[in-house]
């Protein structure tokens, strides 16, 4: 196969094919459970329903970019995605989605005690391997990525439903929910490559970038995706989440289209025909077509930072990775 | 007040009381957030409701114990605490429950949803502050003690309903619920004084045993205690979890108390009257005398590992603790 026509994570996962051969054995070596046959039968639902493994591979592809050749960004790379895998554990209770990845979700399958504590697991799983590393700059890192990753969720919760909320507040969500694990995931395969603090800082902010930038598109996805993605059109709208083309609409809404996003963002009261009159009003105003600039802007954000990183083959595909990003809405 | 007629938690409360003051005011700063009020909210109510704050004074105690008096002790009994909270916030959303310390649970105040979160909130923090002690082996040992904590409640879950269940499980169970995190206050307060490693080894005993030794009590009370406990009599009976009293019950039970034991637990058909009929077949069986043996054997095994300890006023509390522990049954 031709890698010159191969989408960018699949460039990266060619390059790194022995590395997350490693991470996957790690993972599945680390998600059993002697006592607790439930917790392996969760997570193996979970994680082995065809991910795209974004996030391991950016530590990987970090870590090799910066010259490592340690064994521990294995160790790293299973500690991101058993932190991303308790996160959509326990969002799906949050949410009370039925549906990921286009399959049953756990709590759906099993209940929601289960989600909830296998998510506490490979939480503790995900710190033991972390500890296993030996360095406290990658655990600051990490616990520091965790309080982020909690509070925007939390904050995402409380946001919801409410006409008021910002697009700085949607910044601060979305780096929580999605961009601080991107984020730690590249920073911390710099610092277990002992890379200098301008490359550290470079990783951290082309993760940070391609965070953002991603759960833009994902979000405006919402309101124009296909079935293939594994979400349903307007989920978001039914769950009266002020995502980023709803942000935009509301502030240039008039009395009338006020009073459509009060009934049925603020209180709830959606009925037939809604999510296609929300997608009209965000086109009048260009909302979703400004959003997408600045997931734009954020991709060119996040291929700038990497210009401080060695010349090599991995930094191209971080590069056409955050090109890629946006390229599902193009 | 006159120490001598207090209660072992109180000595060690008034002996440590400068200490503690440190460990509230830092509990009260780390749980602060700047983006999302819910998150003080939820755990003020949980942390403020009047806990005994057992666990916090564990570490205190251990740590004074062996000489030690730099300041890392204080941020590992608050790690301790938030760690002992998330599990409360996220068994409260297993368990369903409607109160907790006599008061409603957050889940019922507010909803699963942010006590999922702010659960994942505090373990985040707990994280934050574990690093800042810059020890890996602090490091060690609490991500292991939360990986036995998690293992423990998922094993509760698949184990409840089954009639099969031996004590050696229910001793896992316990060990995950309770004991874990009484082993590693203990131990962690050892380690960051610097004790030998008979004297870390004696403290992670003792609280080993005094955590089962605790929970048996506690599961006892639940066919016993009074409402002042902030538990509801028969909670467990009605939730069909398989503790030691009904284990040694079961064990002992002829055809047709086994179908007694087969309907109300594992079936769920449960009828007025259960309760006290539950009880009486106990009774019958010595079943609760058992139980009560089995956590005078488990306290004798505490006192016995504090004597490699130094002789000083913190150890005999800790000896009158133990005591202290089965004395609610007696």
């Known amino acids: 196969m031709d890698r010159d026509v191969l989408k960018p994570q699949d460039q990266l996962a060619a390059w790194l094919a022995a590395d997350m051969a490693e991470v996957n054995a790690l993972i599945r070596t680390r998600m059993a459970s ?8 969760v997570t193996a639902h ?50 009370e989605s039925a549906q990921r990845r286009g399959r049953p979700t756990a709590n759906l399958l099993w209940d929601n005690k289960s989600s909830v504590l296998v998510g506490d697991y490979l939480l ?44 700085a507040t949607y910044l601060q969500v979305i780096r929580g929910k999605t961009a601080a694990l991107f984020s730690a995931a590249t920073e911390v395969g710099g610092v277990i490559a002992g890379a200098s603090e301008d490359q550290v800082s470079a990783l951290f ?62 209180k709830g009261k959606q ?15 260009g909302a979703m077509d400004a959003a997408r600039q600045d997931a734009l802007d954020w991709v060119a954000k996040a291929k700038t930072a990497l210009e401080v990183l060695p010349e090599h083959p991995l930094r191209d595909m971080l590069t056409g ?10």
């Not at 490592?68 to 799906?92: K, N, R, S």
């Not at 293939?228 to 009395?255: M, Q, S, Y």
């Not at 990775?321 to 193009?330: K, T």
């Open 205 to 266: 902010a082309y993760g940070d970038a391609l965070g953002i930038a991603f759960q833009i598109v994902d979000d405006l996805l919402d309101y124009g995706g296909t079935e293939a993605t594994g979400k349903n059109l307007g989920d978001d709208f039914r769950e009266r989440k002020l995502t980023l083309p709803v942000i935009k609409a509301v502030a240039l809404a008039d009395d009338e289209e006020r009073a459509f996003w009060q009934r049925t963002i603020a």
């Open 271 to 285: 009925q037939e025909g809604d999510l296609a009159q929300a997608m009209a009003i965000m086109a009048r105003h």
């Open 34 to 41: 002697e006592h607790a046959p439930r917790i392996p039968e």
């Open 46 to 95: 979970l994680v082995e329903a065809g991910g795209k493994r974004l996030r391991p591979m950016l530590t990987l592809a970090a870590a090799r970019l910066c010259g490592y050749d340690g064994p521990y960004h294995v160790h790293l790379a299973a500690t991101v995605e058993f932190i991303h895998t308790a996160t959509l554990l326990h969002d799906d209770v949050v949410d």
């Open 124 to 167: 503790s799983r995900s710190f033991q391997l972390m500890v296993e590393t030996g360095s406290l700059r990658v655990l600051d890192i990490l616990a520091n990525a965790s309080a982020t990753i909690a509070e925007g969720e939390v904050l995402q919760l409380t946001a919801a439903q409410d006409l008021a909320t910002t697009e």
């Open 321 to 330: 990775l955050a090109d890629y990003v946006v390229s599902r809405i193009n």
